[in-house]
């Protein structure tokens, strides 16, 4: 069983930053493939971007590619999102995921590739 912890949410005006966090509470984190999703009011939840195992890989969606950056530190168990130049469609309230993944380069993009989910923060981002 792993468990997950965001925190670094909050508001700010468009153009701003913030970074959020996730910790993860796995033994052996460097085996799990890692992922923010991101669910607004009345919308599904969607793949903001991953990371793999080692960190070499990372994948992005489209929305938020050059703007966000997904990286991981193996040794304190935590993985984040630098979140750069915000607009207010990135208002949302943003989940960490892991799973397991055999492989070291893998990313995962799906919800149904993640098993672990944590209970989310809201970063909410004003015109």
């Known amino acids: 069983q792993v468990q997950l912890v965001e925190s670094g949410g909050g508001l700010v005006q468009a153009a701003g930053s913030l970074r959020l966090s996730c910790a993860a509470s796995a033994r052996t984190f460097s085996s799990y493939a890692m992922g923010w999703f991101r669910q607004a009011p009345g919308k599904e939840r969607e793949f903001v971007a991953a990371i793999s195992r080692s960190g070499g890989n990372t994948e992005y969606a489209d929305s938020v590619k050059g703007r966000f950056t997904i990286s991981r530190d193996n040794a304190k168990n935590t993985v984040y999102l630098q979140m750069n130049s915000l607009k207010p469609e990135d208002t949302a309230v943003y989940y960490c995921?892991?799973?397991?993944?055999?492989?070291?380069?893998?990313?995962?993009?799906?919800?149904?590739?993640?098993?672990?989910w944590g209970q989310g923060t809201q970063v909410t981002v004003s015109s």
């Open positions: 995921a892991a799973d397991y993944d055999l492989y070291l380069s893998t990313t995962l993009s799906t919800t149904k590739e993640y098993r672990y």
